[in-house]
């Protein structure tokens, strides 16, 4: 068996976001594999980092999904980034779901076999039928999305409760955002976690700290990027003095960057992107690293179909996995692009049964929703005093 070629297809997410498919096809008729490497803000970039990486694999066996990786890796000469590593976890997700099919059974078998009956998965405030504005962070608003979503079943949701910050902080704006989380665990009840996503605006530990304490009553799952990624002593100073659970690593790309984190126990939770990080295999041994500091693994997932069928397979036999983050309300087409989908019950997606990731892309319905140019909001983070650009 050969690879034939690498098709990118990509389909309009607005308004962060192109969805971008990729297609590995084979030399067996009606055999290809599906993999994601959506890059926000990146698309055409992604697509020509598609085409520049194809020469090298194909013509190879996709069965041999190690030493494709080892290539794509290791003949680059250069670090690949975040460009290099989504392009090659997309090619690796894809090589995954051609092993699935050839061999007729799903990924998640090939991984080990499935430890959990079920895959809880969460959705962002405003992914029903409320719309929200991020900024206004109004209570009411956000308390009416919170309770639709809580209706439709979903037992965890996200949402982001601070304003744009920098290294020190409003009293007034801790003083809403403590009135904020508290309103939604009031219309939420006991029942469904929150999880408060800090979106690494607070650009010090003490400012970080200042909004930790103020969300605290409302006992959130966790809190995610209190500060921007990257220092690890800065994180385990956060987490030594909150009394929530922090998490983070959706900015992280590399097993190393994982390994700096867990040994330093600075966080509860890490979130490591299947779309960026390298792919399924890569994703578990940074899961096991994990494992070994009793940090449990809630993947980053803000993406499309193919990404959320990735992460359900990697889910299922990942022992220390926890939650999936998925926004399939999003998007009004998310299932209409693809064949097969994922089932729901209440908060958590169904163990998927058939072969490889067990979807297809409608490629004739993809057509119908091209590139879009995406909106660029970190543009307009800035702190509203002076105008001091900030963390997005």
Same mark, same amino acid.
């Given at each position: 068996?050969?690879?034939?070629?690498?098709v990118p297809?990509?389909?309009?997410?607005?308004? *962060?976001?192109?969805?971008i498919?990729v297609?590995?096809?084979?030399?067996?008729?009606?055999?290809?594999?599906? /993999?994601?490497?959506?890059?926000?803000?990146k698309?055409?970039?992604m697509?020509?980092?598609?085409?520049d990486?194809?020469?090298?694999?194909?013509?190879?066996?996709?069965?041999?999904?190690?030493?494709i990786?080892?290539?794509?890796?290791?003949?680059?000469f250069?670090?690949?980034?975040i460009?290099?590593?989504?392009?090659l976890?997309?090619?690796?997700?894809?090589?995954w779901?051609?092993?699935g099919?050839?061999?007729?059974?799903?990924?998640w078998?090939?991984l /080990? &076999?499935?430890?959990r009956d079920?895959v809880r998965?969460?959705?962002?405030?405003?992914? /029903?039928?409320v719309?929200?504005?991020?900024e206004?962070?109004?209570?009411?608003n956000y308390?009416e999305?919170?309770a639709e979503?809580a209706?439709?079943g979903?037992n965890?949701?996200?949402c982001l409760?601070?304003?744009?910050?920098?290294h020190?902080?409003?009293?007034?704006?801790?003083?809403?955002?403590?009135?904020?989380?508290?309103?939604?665990?009031?219309a939420l009840?006991?029942d469904?976690?929150?999880l408060?996503?800090? *979106?690494?605006?607070?650009?010090?530990?003490?400012?970080a700290?200042?909004?930790?304490?103020?969300?605290?009553?409302?006992?959130?799952?966790f809190?995610?990027e209190?500060?921007?990624?990257?220092n690890t002593?800065?994180m385990?100073?956060?987490?030594?003095?909150a009394?929530v659970?922090?998490a983070t690593?959706?900015?992280?790309?590399?097993h190393p960057?994982f390994?700096?984190?867990?040994?330093?126990?600075a966080v509860?939770?890490?979130?490591p992107?299947?779309? *960026?990080?390298? &792919?399924?295999?890569? &994703?578990?041994?940074?899961?096991a !690293?994990a494992?070994?500091?009793?940090?449990?693994?809630?993947?980053?997932n803000p993406? /499309?179909?193919v990404?959320?069928a990735?992460g359900l397979h990697?889910a299922?036999?990942?022992?220390?996995?926890?939650?999936?983050?998925e926004?399939a309300g999003?998007?009004?087409?998310y299932?209409?692009?693809?064949?097969? &989908?994922?089932?729901r019950?209440?908060?958590?997606?169904?163990i998927?049964?058939r072969?490889?990731?067990?979807?297809?892309?409608?490629?004739?319905?993809?057509?119908?929703?091209?590139?879009?140019?995406? !909106?660029?909001? $970190?543009i307009?983070?800035?702190?509203a005093?002076? $105008?001091?650009?900030?963390?997005?």
């Amino acid at each position: 068996m050969k690879i034939t070629r690498i098709v990118p297809i990509v389909v309009a997410s607005p308004p *962060h976001r192109n969805w971008i498919f990729v297609k590995v096809e084979t030399d067996v008729p009606g055999l290809w594999g599906w /993999g994601e490497a959506t890059l926000e803000w990146k698309t055409k970039g992604m697509i020509g980092c598609l085409d520049d990486v194809s020469p090298m694999i194909v013509g190879l066996d996709p069965r041999n999904i190690s030493a494709i990786t080892e290539l794509l890796t290791k003949a680059a000469f250069w670090p690949l980034g975040i460009y290099g590593l989504t392009a090659l976890s997309a090619i690796e997700q894809a090589l995954w779901d051609i092993k699935g099919k050839d061999l007729g059974i799903p990924i998640w078998q090939l991984l /080990g &076999g499935k430890v959990r009956d079920r895959v809880r998965v969460y959705t962002h405030l405003g992914s /029903g039928n409320v719309a929200i504005d991020l900024e206004e962070r109004d209570i009411s608003n956000y308390c009416e999305s919170a309770a639709e979503l809580a209706a439709l079943g979903y037992n965890a949701i996200k949402c982001l409760p601070i304003p744009f910050t920098h290294h020190n902080v409003e009293l007034a704006a801790v003083r809403h955002t403590e009135k904020l989380a508290i309103g939604l665990r009031d219309a939420l009840g006991e029942d469904v976690d929150l999880l408060l996503d800090f *979106h690494g605006r607070p650009a010090s530990v003490d400012a970080a700290l200042a909004y930790i304490q103020a969300v605290a009553p409302a006992r959130p799952m966790f809190v995610e990027e209190p500060i921007p990624p990257g220092n690890t002593q800065a994180m385990a100073l956060i987490s030594r003095q909150a009394s929530v659970a922090i998490a983070t690593g959706e900015r992280l790309l590399t097993h190393p960057e994982f390994d700096d984190l867990c040994g330093a126990n600075a966080v509860g939770y890490i979130q490591p992107d299947l779309c *960026h990080c390298g &792919g399924l295999a890569i &994703g578990q041994k940074i899961a096991a !690293t994990a494992a070994t500091h009793y940090i449990g693994v809630c993947p980053h997932n803000p993406m /499309g179909p193919v990404a959320g069928a990735v992460g359900l397979h990697f889910a299922v036999a990942t022992p220390n996995f926890v939650i999936l983050e998925e926004m399939a309300g999003m998007t009004p087409w998310y299932n209409d692009v693809i064949i097969g &989908g994922v089932d729901r019950s209440d908060g958590y997606w169904d163990i998927p049964t058939r072969p490889g990731l067990g979807i297809e892309i409608d490629e004739r319905e993809a057509a119908k929703h091209p590139f879009q140019q995406e !909106t660029f909001a $970190g543009i307009n983070a800035r702190i509203a005093r002076d $105008g001091t650009m900030a963390n997005w």
